[in-house]
């Protein structure tokens, strides 16, 4: 195949992408809208590197606030532990949360997961164990996507609000300070040196986790 047309492919199945994840976040917010109010959203962590929030994890905190705010979900919990930084992801989020004014009763933090997979599971565990009823997962498309078939595999009653793009990007210019400090967990030792690789793949596939369902 020509480079040329390799480009142009790549960029047609690049956008097809985006099309599809965009008419489905539109979809289950539609959903969402018409089934709120959520006990309880889900928001997997990522990575802190101590100074601030890339753009994924401003996303899901940003999204997180918003739809309690707009009265989606009642509360939130935060999932992550200390993976590949020395800070412990559901923290840090929370810490976020609480600088954008999301009030401190609404929030939960879940500190052990270490994949996607888990930060579902696990925050599902204590959601259940505090007596919520209505879970939804909320994050971005792509791994709102990526995480629905676990979700099915194993019965979880966990609907998914992904992100809407065009709202995110009315409220994106926000810019919250916080000491992490209080979140950093000392000794630290990454993942990728706890952990084999091929370990880490069984856990990004949730092959890890031992099974509980209340």
């Known amino acids: 195949m020509p480079k040329t047309s390799f480009h142009v492919l790549t960029i047609c199945i690049v956008l097809g992408v985006v099309f599809l994840s965009s008419c489905s976040s539109a979809r289950l917010y539609k959903r969402a809208l018409a089934a ?24 899901r905190v940003i ?22 930084t020395p800070y412990t992801e559901a923290r840090v989020m929370a810490m ?29 565990l204590m959601a259940k164990k505090l007596g919520f009823r209505s879970i939804a997962l909320a994050t971005d ?25 065009r709202i995110l990007m009315k409220i994106d210019d926000v810019h919250p300070v916080i000491d992490a400090s209080p979140a950093r967990v000392d000794p630290f030792r990454p993942i990728t040196q706890t952990q ?10 949730g092959k890890n986790i031992v099974f509980d369902l209340p």
């Open 63 to 84: 999204w997180a606030d918003y739809l309690l705010r707009k009265g989606i979900a009642t509360h939130v919990i935060f999932s992550g532990a200390a993976v590949y």
């Open 96 to 124: 976020y949360a609480r600088a954008l004014g999301t009030p401190d009763s609404c929030i939960f933090t879940e500190e052990k997961a270490e994949h996607s997979t888990e930060n579902v599971y696990y925050a599902y």
């Open 36 to 59: 709120k109010p959520y006990d309880v959203i889900i928001v997997p962590g990522i990575p802190f590197n101590g100074k601030e929030w890339d753009l994924k994890m401003k996303g």
């Open 141 to 165: 498309p792509y791994q709102s996507n990526m995480l629905k078939g676990f979700i099915k595999r194993h019965h979880l009653s966990v609907a998914r609000i992904p992100f809407r793009i």
């Open 196 to 205: 084999s690789r091929r370990y880490r793949r069984n856990g990004t596939r």
